[in-house]
């Protein structure tokens, strides 16, 4: 048993506040025995593989392999300090293997997040007293400008279009919101042609069908425009007979269904980017053809992004956050608030109108 003598109770009482206050931070009263980093790595994963999605598997391992390259596979984890946190997190400015390549703000404030995640856990099977990521500094985030799709635009880039299901896949993407791996995983049995919506909701593999599981778990339920319903019912008229989903050819159903059935039909397993193929190559050729200049970063994920905005110029927010699938309602201010030379005119006018009738309030139309 532990014993300590004090002159005064005042004293006691301070060591036991300090004793407390070890204790309140993950402390201990005896030394933590030593654990290696890649025992502690490896305990991890196979703690974490039951209730995450592979693709989080796998970046949870890019950032594994980056802790064992700087500190080394036996590097006691209980030792690691505050300050070998603040150095390492400092080195990692690139892609592995590629110097060239800048890692984004994003990539390495995520790995500050996996790397407290490892060390949260560390310290509660008693492996670490401390997480040293606790106080790393997250880089300042650097929204890159992105090229606003404009209906203009997008009715050129419909006609651009090569055949009837890419224009129904624009349609969708435009109008909808959707992301390219909802799009892609869409069936039939997912479009209400008499309530007039389409509906995104996690679905359960089968020999047949691949499953599908939304990214902030929440299904939602889009309203269809009447233009993309016109171009949904002609294209089902002449839609592969026995493919489920509504924008893979056969060809590309087969190939799906041949992956599904080598991953064993196991719904754990499967990623909702297997069902996309080579179609950023596709759309960015469709935009050349179409005189699309881009102003900012464009991609086919831009659709998606283009309908956000068009919706938060004219609709409340957090009608915005449920429309896009949004876990919080942060993440549709921070990404659908981008300034446009429509919004500079609106300004003006709005200004104009209140100059030349002399209030504080513009005139009604």
């Known amino acids: ?83 070998d946190a603040d150095v390492f997190m400092g080195q990692q400015l690139h892609y592995l293997d590629n110097e060239k390549r800048e890692l984004s703000t994003w990539a390495r404030s995520q790995m500050i997040t ?76 997912d479009i209400d042609f008499e309530r007039s919506v389409l509906r995104v909701q996690n679905r359960a593999g089968t020999p047949t069908t691949p499953p599908f599981t939304l990214k902030a778990h929440e299904k939602r339920t889009i309203p269809l425009t009447r233009h993309t319903l016109a171009l949904l019912a002609e294209y089902q008229a002449q839609a592969p007979e026995g493919v489920p989903h509504v924008f893979l050819t056969a060809g590309r159903h087969r190939r799906i269904l041949q992956h599904w059935q080598k991953l064993g039909h196991v719904d754990r397993k499967w990623q909702n980017e297997y069902m996309v193929n080579n179609v950023n190559r596709d759309f960015k050729s469709h935009c050349r053809r179409a005189g699309i200049t881009f102003d900012g970063k464009c991609s086919i994920h831009t659709m998606r992004k283009s309908c956000g905005q068009n919706w938060a110029n004219h609709l409340p927010i957090n009608v915005v956050k449920e429309l896009m699938g949004h876990s919080s309602i942060s993440t549709t201010q921070r990404f659908y608030n981008q300034v446009d030379e429509d919004h500079l005119r609106k300004a003006a006018r709005v200004i104009d109108e209140m100059v030349r009738g002399g209030s504080t309030v513009p005139q009604e139309q």
């Open 1 to 83: 048993r532990y014993g300590k003598s004090f002159k005064t109770k005042a004293e006691a009482e301070r060591f036991r506040t300090e004793k407390q206050h070890e204790l309140d931070k993950g402390g201990h009263r005896d030394p933590v025995a030593g654990t290696s980093l890649k025992r502690l790595c490896d305990d991890f994963l196979k703690s974490k593989a039951p209730n995450v999605k592979p693709a989080t598997i796998e970046l949870y391992k890019l950032t594994i392999r980056r802790l064992i390259d700087h500190f080394g596979p036996s590097k006691d984890a209980a030792t690691i300090t505050a300050r």
């Open 114 to 189: 996996h790397c407290r995640s490892i060390f949260k856990q560390a310290i509660r099977w008693s492996m670490a007293t401390e997480n040293p990521f606790t106080e790393c500094e997250r880089p300042k985030t650097r929204t890159r400008k992105w090229h606003h799709i404009r209906p203009a635009e997008y009715l050129r880039l419909r006609e651009a279009a090569p055949d009837l299901r890419w224009r129904c896949l624009y349609a969708v993407l435009y109008t909808t919101g959707v992301r390219i791996g909802e799009a892609f995983s869409l069936t039939w049995a």
